[in-house]
Protein backbone atom coordinates (compact mmCIF):
# COMPACT_ATOMS: atom_id res chain seq x y z
CA UNK A 1 0.00 0.00 0.00
CA UNK A 2 1.29 3.59 -0.82
CA UNK A 3 0.72 6.59 1.23
CA UNK A 4 -2.42 6.88 -0.21
CA UNK A 5 -3.82 3.51 0.87
CA UNK A 6 -4.14 2.00 -2.62
CA UNK A 7 -2.18 -0.65 -3.88
CA UNK A 8 0.88 0.07 -5.96
CA UNK A 9 0.56 0.37 -9.62
CA UNK A 10 2.58 -2.31 -11.76
CA UNK A 11 5.33 -1.14 -13.27
CA UNK A 12 5.05 0.68 -16.94
CA UNK A 13 6.82 -1.69 -19.42
CA UNK A 14 9.27 -0.22 -21.49
CA UNK A 15 8.99 0.65 -25.43
CA UNK A 16 11.28 -1.94 -25.88
CA UNK A 17 9.16 -4.80 -24.04
CA UNK A 18 5.96 -3.53 -26.60
CA UNK A 19 8.02 -4.95 -29.92
CA UNK A 20 7.78 -8.44 -30.42
CA UNK A 21 10.64 -10.81 -30.16
CA UNK A 22 11.60 -11.42 -33.40
CA UNK A 23 11.50 -8.74 -36.53
CA UNK A 24 8.53 -8.96 -38.55
CA UNK A 25 9.27 -7.24 -42.09
CA UNK A 26 7.51 -4.38 -42.57
CA UNK A 27 7.14 -4.13 -45.88
CA UNK A 28 6.39 -7.60 -46.41
CA UNK A 29 3.55 -7.10 -43.70
CA UNK A 30 1.97 -3.89 -45.38
CA UNK A 31 1.68 -5.55 -48.57
CA UNK A 32 0.26 -8.70 -47.62
CA UNK A 33 -2.33 -6.19 -45.56
CA UNK A 34 -3.04 -3.97 -48.58
CA UNK A 35 -3.91 -7.63 -50.71
CA UNK A 36 -6.15 -8.59 -48.05
CA UNK A 37 -4.09 -11.37 -46.73
CA UNK A 38 -2.70 -11.97 -43.07
CA UNK A 39 0.39 -10.06 -42.19
CA UNK A 40 2.20 -12.97 -41.12
CA UNK A 41 1.44 -15.98 -43.24
CA UNK A 42 0.19 -14.08 -46.89
CA UNK A 43 -2.55 -16.75 -47.33
CA UNK A 44 -5.02 -16.57 -45.28
CA UNK A 45 -7.97 -13.90 -45.60
CA UNK A 46 -7.63 -10.86 -43.12
CA UNK A 47 -11.33 -9.39 -43.83
CA UNK A 48 -14.62 -11.57 -43.36
CA UNK A 49 -16.54 -9.40 -44.98
CA UNK A 50 -16.26 -5.54 -46.17
CA UNK A 51 -14.29 -3.93 -43.08
CA UNK A 52 -14.87 -6.74 -40.06
CA UNK A 53 -11.60 -8.45 -39.43
CA UNK A 54 -11.60 -12.36 -39.04
CA UNK A 55 -11.20 -13.40 -35.45
CA UNK A 56 -7.85 -15.27 -36.54
CA UNK A 57 -6.50 -16.49 -39.25
CA UNK A 58 -7.35 -19.64 -41.00
CA UNK A 59 -3.97 -20.63 -42.16
CA UNK A 60 -1.55 -19.79 -39.50
CA UNK A 61 -3.96 -19.03 -36.48
CA UNK A 62 -2.57 -15.11 -35.81
CA UNK A 63 -5.47 -14.09 -33.94
CA UNK A 64 -6.37 -10.41 -35.66
CA UNK A 65 -9.69 -9.26 -33.73
CA UNK A 66 -7.80 -7.27 -31.28
CA UNK A 67 -5.87 -4.86 -34.02
CA UNK A 68 -6.78 -0.89 -33.29
CA UNK A 69 -7.09 0.37 -36.91
CA UNK A 70 -9.69 2.46 -35.70
CA UNK A 71 -8.95 6.01 -37.88
CA UNK A 72 -6.12 6.02 -39.79
CA UNK A 73 -7.78 3.92 -42.44
CA UNK A 74 -10.70 6.38 -42.93
CA UNK A 75 -8.08 9.46 -42.12
CA UNK A 76 -5.47 7.98 -45.28
CA UNK A 77 -9.25 7.39 -47.38
CA UNK A 78 -9.97 10.95 -47.23
CA UNK A 79 -6.23 12.32 -47.75
CA UNK A 80 -5.74 10.08 -51.17
CA UNK A 81 -9.29 10.96 -52.41
CA UNK A 82 -9.31 14.29 -51.34
CA UNK A 83 -6.01 14.80 -52.80
CA UNK A 84 -6.94 12.80 -56.31
CA UNK A 85 -10.39 14.68 -56.38
CA UNK A 86 -9.41 17.89 -56.00
CA UNK A 87 -6.27 17.60 -58.14
CA UNK A 88 -8.84 15.89 -61.12
CA UNK A 89 -11.23 18.74 -60.72
CA UNK A 90 -8.79 21.10 -61.21
CA UNK A 91 -7.36 19.83 -64.43
CA UNK A 92 -10.84 19.13 -65.86
CA UNK A 93 -11.50 22.91 -65.15
CA UNK A 94 -8.36 23.99 -67.16
CA UNK A 95 -9.12 21.80 -70.09
CA UNK A 96 -12.48 21.66 -70.61
CA UNK A 97 -15.37 23.89 -69.76
CA UNK A 98 -18.25 22.09 -67.93
CA UNK A 99 -21.42 23.39 -66.07
CA UNK A 100 -21.21 22.40 -61.75
CA UNK A 101 -24.02 19.73 -62.70
CA UNK A 102 -21.60 17.90 -65.49
CA UNK A 103 -19.04 18.25 -62.56
CA UNK A 104 -21.20 17.18 -59.69
CA UNK A 105 -22.17 14.19 -62.11
CA UNK A 106 -18.35 13.05 -62.76
CA UNK A 107 -17.06 14.05 -59.41
CA UNK A 108 -19.32 12.82 -57.18
CA UNK A 109 -19.41 9.31 -58.36
CA UNK A 110 -15.56 8.88 -58.59
CA UNK A 111 -15.36 10.08 -55.06
CA UNK A 112 -17.38 7.52 -54.01
CA UNK A 113 -15.56 4.45 -56.11
CA UNK A 114 -12.25 5.72 -55.18
CA UNK A 115 -13.40 5.45 -51.42
CA UNK A 116 -14.88 2.27 -51.42
CA UNK A 117 -12.02 0.74 -53.61
CA UNK A 118 -9.30 2.24 -51.26
CA UNK A 119 -10.44 1.66 -47.66
CA UNK A 120 -10.57 -1.96 -47.21
CA UNK A 121 -6.85 -2.15 -48.89
CA UNK A 122 -5.58 0.68 -46.60
CA UNK A 123 -7.48 -0.73 -43.18
CA UNK A 124 -5.60 -4.39 -44.25
CA UNK A 125 -2.01 -2.41 -44.63
CA UNK A 126 -2.96 -0.54 -40.99
CA UNK A 127 -3.55 -4.02 -39.42
CA UNK A 128 -0.27 -5.27 -40.98
CA UNK A 129 1.63 -2.15 -39.80
CA UNK A 130 0.78 -3.00 -36.40
CA UNK A 131 1.31 -6.12 -36.82
CA UNK A 132 5.26 -5.66 -37.77
CA UNK A 133 5.60 -2.74 -35.35
CA UNK A 134 4.09 -4.74 -32.58
CA UNK A 135 1.61 -2.14 -31.75
CA UNK A 136 -1.84 -2.38 -31.12
CA UNK A 137 -2.71 -5.98 -29.32
CA UNK A 138 0.11 -7.28 -31.28
CA UNK A 139 3.25 -7.14 -29.29
CA UNK A 140 2.36 -10.33 -27.55
CA UNK A 141 1.90 -8.70 -23.72
CA UNK A 142 -1.29 -8.74 -21.89
CA UNK A 143 -2.85 -5.02 -22.44
CA UNK A 144 -4.53 -5.92 -19.19
CA UNK A 145 -1.48 -6.27 -17.29
CA UNK A 146 -0.20 -3.60 -17.99
CA UNK A 147 -2.99 -1.20 -17.57
CA UNK A 148 -2.06 1.09 -20.39
CA UNK A 149 -2.09 0.67 -23.95
CA UNK A 150 1.35 0.55 -25.76
CA UNK A 151 1.58 4.18 -27.55
Request: net charge negative; glycine share 12%.
Amino acid sequence: MNEAGRPPLPPTPSPADWRPATPRPLGTALWRGLRGRCPRCGEGRLFGSFLKSVEACEECGLEVHHHRADDLPPYLTVFIVGHLVVAGFMASEELVELSMWQHLAIWVPVTILLSLVLLQPLKGATIGLQWALGLGGFSGMPEAETGESPG
